[in-house]
């Protein structure tokens, strides 16, 4: 087992360095300049730019730059950003509640309507609930984020003026009336991005069902007189959760990332629009900062669903590794 863990921990960190830096030299070569903005200034002449891009470290190889950057990022310094100098840990703080409360509320809704939707369509294949079930599905797969927020903003906001149809940064909850505001304004991107996320786990969810629902020891549950719901919750869901783990710890990390398009229809500023923003104005170090921190995510929740599967099946063994 410990064995194991430190194969693990050892392949993880050589896959951590060869992700950072593919990522830095594509953003490092890709076109674009940072100080392009102050191109068009006239009170910034070509010696300020210059000394600018030489404070910034611009003018330095790649592979030096590459070095002081690991050397910072081991040191808990994600660096400072081109355009505002600010710290890349500040803005990437500053962005991170909305986004874990849009995107990670989100997925729970999700989680919370798929898991019994997925289960029913399997149990009850081939009927017309199962087929209704699947419709909705594809449906939600079907239809971009884009294009269902859009249409919600049309039906809630411009017909109804129900809701809000952007979100509002400067709000600040401190009473009731402020709470709820928050909520109006939460309503449609958290359930545009629910309905897409629903749609993948309920295909997923039932898929894994109906692989467990023809297996031997589910029919001997049966013959020892077990009900339906005690081998349902005992036995299919407990081998079923296999592939539904490894699907949940690779979505989780995208808590982190946000929903890029929901995010840039509703103007919700998370941590998604800061990095199209960022990329939009080549500011290298807050898109290297959010795209490193994102892959470390999923090598870790990668690592973490292995070790769930010791919790969830016993028949999974790594002593042997």
């Known amino acids: ?14 896959t ?44 330095q190889p790649i592979h030096l730059r590459y070095y002081k950057w690991l050397s910072a990022f081991l040191q808990g310094n994600l660096g400072y950003s081109f355009i505002s100098l600010t710290p890349v840990s500040n803005l990437i703080l500053d962005r991170l509640p909305t986004t874990i409360w849009i995107v990670g509320t989100a997925y729970c809704l999700a989680l919370i309507i798929a898991l019994p939707l997925g289960v029913i369509a399997a149990l009850k294949r081939s009927s017309w609930l199962d087929s209704l079930i ?5 449906i939600g797969l079907s239809l971009p984020t884009f294009f269902t927020g859009l249409i919600l903003i049309i039906i809630f906001s411009v017909q109804l003026k129900w809701l809000p149809f952007i979100y509002q940064s ?12 928050q909520i109006k304004q939460s309503i449609m991107p958290i359930t545009v991005l629910a309905l897409y996320q ?17 297996q031997e020891y589910v029919r001997t549950a049966y013959a020892k007189g077990l009900s339906q719901f005690a081998v349902l919750v005992k036995h299919i869901l407990r081998n079923a959760l296999i592939p539904i783990v490894t699907l949940i710890a690779l979505e989780l990390p995208g808590i982190f990332t ?3 398009v929901t995010e840039q229809v509703f103007r ?54």
């Open 134 to 138: 699947n419709l909705i599905a594809f």
């Open 268 to 321: 919700v500023p998370g941590i998604g629009a800061l990095l199209i923003d960022s990329i939009n104005r080549s500011d290298t170090p807050v898109v290297m900062g959010i795209t490193f921190i994102s892959a470390i995510l999923i090598v870790s929740f990668n690592l973490v669903a292995d070790l769930i599967y010791l919790l969830v099946d016993p028949r999974v063994k790594y002593n042997k590794f």
């Open 198 to 214: 629903a749609a993948i786990l309920i295909r997923f969810i039932r898929t894994a069902v109906l692989e467990e629902i023809n």
């Open 258 to 260: 946000g929903a890029l």
């Open 170 to 181: 400067t709000l600040q909850v401190k009473d009731l009336t402020s709470f709820m505001n």
């Open 16 to 59: 951590l360095i060869i992700i950072s830096l593919v990522i830095y030299l594509i953003l490092s070569l890709a076109p674009g300049d940072p100080l392009g903005e102050f191109a068009t200034n006239p009170s910034i002449t070509p010696e300020i730019r210059e000394n600018i891009r030489k404070s910034l470290g611009l003018d």
């Open 1 to 14: 087992m410990y064995r194991y863990l430190l194969n693990r921990l050892f392949i993880a960190l050589i």
